[in-house]
Nanobody
């Protein structure tokens, strides 16, 4: 069983910063990539940022230059540093991982339970 647990969400004023963390635990052989999606009320879930096990990062255009994703492969964690926050960043942020649970098993996708980020104007 694999679990992804997020932390670090909350309320912040526009222009401020927040740091989200996600820790993966359980039966994990190899993590191929970890990242963050977000979903605002009435909207579809969208990709925010993803980082591969090789350290390659990809960002949504809306967060480029403001958000930075990082990962600690040894600890199976990823972090999302969010700077210059805007009210439109308000959403539930979900941690996401693509990983191989065990030797010879298939690659699977896992989701965290989500953490609320609210940015006031």
């Amino acid at each position: 069983q694999v679990q992804l647990v997020e932390s670090g969400g909350g309320l912040q004023q526009a222009g401020g910063s927040l740091n989200l963390s996600c820790a993966a635990s359980g039966r994990i052989f190899k993590i191929n990539a970890m990242g963050w999606y977000r979903q605002a009320p009435g909207l579809q879930r969208e990709l925010v940022a993803v980082i591969t096990d090789g350290g390659s990062a990809t960002y949504a255009d809306s967060v480029k230059g403001r958000f930075t994703i990082s990962a600690n492969n040894d600890k199976n964690t990823t972090h999302l540093q969010m700077n210059s926050l805007k009210p439109e960043d308000t959403a539930v942020y979900y941690c996401w991982a693509i990983l191989v649970p065990g030797w010879g098993t298939s690659t699977l996708r896992y989701w965290g339970q989500g953490t609320q980020v609210t940015v006031s104007s």
